[in-house]
């Protein structure tokens, strides 16, 4: 599995060192800069671009967080990149142009989004952009498809699974009762080949991160907005993925 120690060294700053009070949006150029310069670890998410190219942005839609609109997937690397977050001057960024700016200066997480469709084109994508990146680098996804695409074309990037325990949110109204249970209980182990695991902290502890941690592999704690829950959280796990407060 080779030296993943990289990977817990620092706590993960989830979607960049963001504060909306500040003018710092999750996701933007700005996070992933404080993030830098604070000594932390950078997490981001990409989501698929109408021509192929990943985007650093973590909803499907831009209504949120930016001056834009409708779904991300029906506009193409151009034009997102046109868009500019809310109340900054930041400028949604390309997965090349993530990786061109932080340039091996951190240790980088990538969520790759899912909406478990099958469409593994962000997952192949993204295997191709980092196995040219010379910084440390892992891909991570809930969806355990996602993590075969990037095994079966980057075998040697690092990839993680993202989990939780009961997927209530109405995120995963789609998913059935019994691949609920292969993402909880990390059932899918033969087919990923998973190399780290982050697992939602207020579930902690689980009987799959304990076996997980006597195998050895990196467990991280995502997301921790308050120190109280990183020291709930510690003993079951390795290092945190955090927003909300400088650890």
Not at 125 to 141: E, I, N
Not at 179 to 204: E, N, S
Request: neutral net charge.
């Amino acid at each position: 599995m080779g030296d993943l120690s990289w990977l817990i060294q620092r706590p993960v700053a989830h979607r960049g060192l963001h504060d909306a009070s500040c003018g710092v949006i999750e996701n933007s150029p700005s996070a992933v800069e404080a993030a830098i310069a604070a000594g932390f670890s950078v997490e981001v998410d990409i989501q698929l671009a109408r021509d192929g190219e990943a985007m650093v942005y973590h909803d499907f839609v831009l209504d949120r967080l930016t001056q834009g609109a409708g779904p991300l997937a029906q506009q193409s690397r151009a034009q997102l990149e046109q868009v500019r977050f809310r109340a900054t001057d930041d400028r949604m960024m390309s997965l090349p142009d993530l990786l061109a700016r932080v340039d091996g200066r951190a240790p980088l997480l990538i969520e790759i989004k899912s909406a478990f469709t099958g469409d593994v084109r962000l997952a192949l994508r993204a295997a191709s952009l980092l196995a040219g990146y010379r910084g440390p680098a892992a891909l991570m996804s809930f969806d355990p498809e996602m993590l075969s695409a990037v095994r079966d074309a980057a075998p040697d990037l690092t990839r993680g699974i993202v989990a939780e325990r009961r997927y209530v949110h109405g995120e995963w109204d789609g998913l059935s009762a019994g691949t609920k249970r292969v993402l909880r209980h990390l059932l899918h182990w033969p087919k990923t080949r998973f190399q780290f695991i982050a697992y939602r902290a207020a579930d902690l502890p689980v009987p799959p991160i304990r076996l997980a941690r006597a195998l050895g592999f990196p467990v991280l704690a995502w997301t921790v907005r308050r120190p109280a829950d990183w020291e709930a959280a510690k003993t079951f796990a390795d290092q945190m993925i955090f927003e909300g407060f400088r650890p």
